[in-house]
């Protein structure tokens, strides 16, 4: 459940803005400059999230949603409690931290303000949601969403806000059992083997994305791949999973079903895909795909092959998982229901088993 803007999820609030609108961030720069800066965030936020979109998580058996945060906090409020009344838990995400993964700038990772200000609002996240008037509805809370590292010095800058945010968690925690996630930050799992174990950090979680953001749709490798050779892959990854868990519990934070980058600005606001070349900032690949027959509204108009493979790389994919912790299905909401078969969850093709 994403409780901030991007353009491939909402592109309604960014189609009409000048070129450099292209996030949250740059949306509330353009915006604050016009005559009426509020009222098309709250008239999105007013009719993008709502109850039944819960109750549609809980009626299929789900337990867990993840909350991704970025400024609409009094949402937030509204999305714990109508949890709470389904009986489903959440997991929640700190994302809205100015330019951690954007390569315009650094400036995160350089800016002592910018890291006191992301333990300020860890610890308001933490005073507030683990009250006992919301029943430990929130059972974790991700300390940071995909910082990205460029170098060892950036790394260090990471490890040591984490130990800094842990602590700031458990003091401000009224809830003894709440786990503290930690992304890993695009440098592969066994980077953080022997970071934060030990007597001093308890129910602490790695959160990985890896395997489907920056490897299964973002490289050139697997996207050449077959259908087959892709499903072979994910099977492969199950030992590096095991391995994590054994030292802390670790998740997939994020899997959909497509293997391939088609959806429309997935890329960012304006830009093509690798998996017909559009990407220009990208590689070529040796023989590019067609992207109209890889993603779009009406799965009916996907080929039987393509079908087949969605719904077995859900499963797949879902198997992979469960040697951790668990998984997190990737945006259903409103944008990927409507335009994104081959990323919703929801979509009837996934509803059968397949061989």
């Given at each position: 459940m994403l409780l901030t803007s991007k353009p491939w999820i909402t592109p309604s609030l960014f189609s009409n803005k000048p070129d450099w609108v292209v996030d949250e961030w740059t949306y509330g720069q353009y915006m604050s400059s016009q005559k009426d800066p509020s009222s098309e965030l709250q008239n999105h936020w007013n009719t993008w999230f709502q109850y039944e979109e819960l109750q549609d998580i809980a009626n299929v058996g789900l337990n867990t949603i993840r909350i991704q945060i970025g400024c609409a906090y009094d949402y937030l409020k509204s999305a714990v409690e109508w949890a709470a009344s389904l009986n489903l838990k959440i997991f929640m995400e700190h994302l809205e931290v100015r330019t951690v993964l954007t390569t315009r700038t650094r400036d995160w990772f350089y800016n002592d303000t910018n890291t006191a200000r992301t333990l300020t609002a860890l610890q308001v996240l933490t005073?507030?949601?683990?009250?006992?008037?919301?029943?430990?509805?929130?059972?974790?809370?991700?300390?940071?969403?995909?910082?990205?590292?460029?170098n060892n010095d950036e790394l260090n800058t990471l490890k040591?806000?984490?130990?800094?945010?842990?602590?700031?968690?458990?003091?401000?925690?009224?809830?003894?059992?709440?786990?503290?996630?930690?992304?890993?930050g695009f440098q592969g799992l066994q980077v953080w083997e022997t970071f934060m174990t030990g007597p001093s950090f308890y129910d602490v979680t790695m959160d990985t994305v890896t395997l489907v953001t920056l490897i299964s749709r973002f490289t050139l490798e697997l996207l050449a791949m077959g259908y087959a050779a892709n499903l072979n892959w994910y099977c492969g990854q199950a030992d590096y999973i095991r391995a994590s868990n054994d030292i802390?519990?670790?998740?997939?934070?994020?899997?959909?079903p497509a293997n391939t980058d088609c959806a429309p600005w997935l890329n960012g606001r304006g830009k093509g895909a690798r998996y017909d070349n559009t990407l220009n900032s990208s590689a070529p690949l040796q023989y590019p795909g067609d992207c109209s027959g890889k993603t779009g509204a009406d799965p009916g108009?996907?080929?039987?092959?393509?079908?087949?493979?969605?719904?077995?790389?859900?499963?797949?994919?879902?198997?992979?998982?469960?040697?951790?912790?668990?998984?997190?299905?990737?945006?259903?909401?409103?944008?990927?229901?409507?335009?994104?078969?081959?990323?919703?969850?929801?979509?009837?093709?996934?509803?059968?088993?397949?061989g």
């Open positions: 005073a507030e949601f683990t009250q006992p008037s919301y029943n430990e509805t929130v059972i974790a809370i991700e300390l940071i969403n995909e910082p990205f590292p460029f040591s806000f984490y130990e800094s945010a842990y602590a700031s968690v458990r003091g401000a925690s009224e809830q003894s059992n709440l786990v503290v996630a930690l992304d890993e802390h519990w670790t998740i997939v934070g994020e899997f959909t108009k996907f080929t039987a092959e393509y079908v087949e493979y969605l719904a077995k790389s859900f499963e797949t994919q879902t198997w992979l998982t469960s040697v951790g912790l668990g998984d997190v299905d990737v945006e259903n909401r409103e944008r990927v229901r409507l335009v994104f078969a081959d990323w919703d969850y929801l979509c009837p093709i996934y509803s059968k088993p397949h």
